[in-house]
């Protein structure tokens, strides 16, 4: 089984509450209020993603504590996609495009829900390029399996439709997707959008 490029860590809320010099209810309470960003585990824990951690201390403008800042630094960079198209023309297009611009990113394919699941849970990808109108397992369907599973360390999800949609943007974008990129790719601003999607990340 392949091994996923990215080593992201998740925090329980007494972490969050130690990093932070807080005691824990606060640290709860900011979860329950919806300030800070968490999902629960099956057994009722709050988990926080590391970025979320970062983008609450950024909003509320405190200091980036230094045991935070060392666990940032430690995290991998993306370097793994997939792209996930049940155009076989299209998805083949992009990969080739995509290879030119990312040479030293492992690039994977899959043409329809089921087989993106697989593979993704199977290789941990960095980076989902996700066509929402899939055979089977649509995108909607799938992007809200990839954002809630915190085994898959929270890739970006870059979604794509040709339905140029306001209430289907929305929608996925609301499933957790980080961007909506309409069809006809323009690939160029396609490659555009995944660069600053990556350097946020980073």
Known sequence: ???????IRIFSALEVANIC???NQTAINWIKNGY???FTTPGGQYRVYSEDLVD???????RM?????????????VNSLIIVDDDPDLNEMVKRTLAERYPGFTI?????????GRIIAEVKPGLVLLDIDLPGVDGHQLCRRIKQD????????????????????????KEGADAFVAKPLDM?????CIDELIAKRA
């Open 108 to 116: 994977y394919q899959a043409f329809d829900g089921f087989d993106a």
């Open 1 to 7: 089984m392949a091994k996923t490029d990215k080593k």
């Open 65 to 77: 504590p230094e045991e935070l800042q060392k666990i940032l630094a430690e995290q991998m960079t």
């Open 56 to 62: 609450f201390l950024h909003s509320r403008g405190m």
């Open 21 to 23: 010099g807080v005691v």
């Open 36 to 38: 800070l960003k968490a």
């Open 188 to 192: 160029s601003a396609l490659a555009d």
């Open 150 to 173: 915190p085994n898959l360390g929270n890739p970006i999800v870059v979604s794509i439709s040709g339905l140029d949609d306001p209430s289907e943007r929305e929608q996925i974008l």
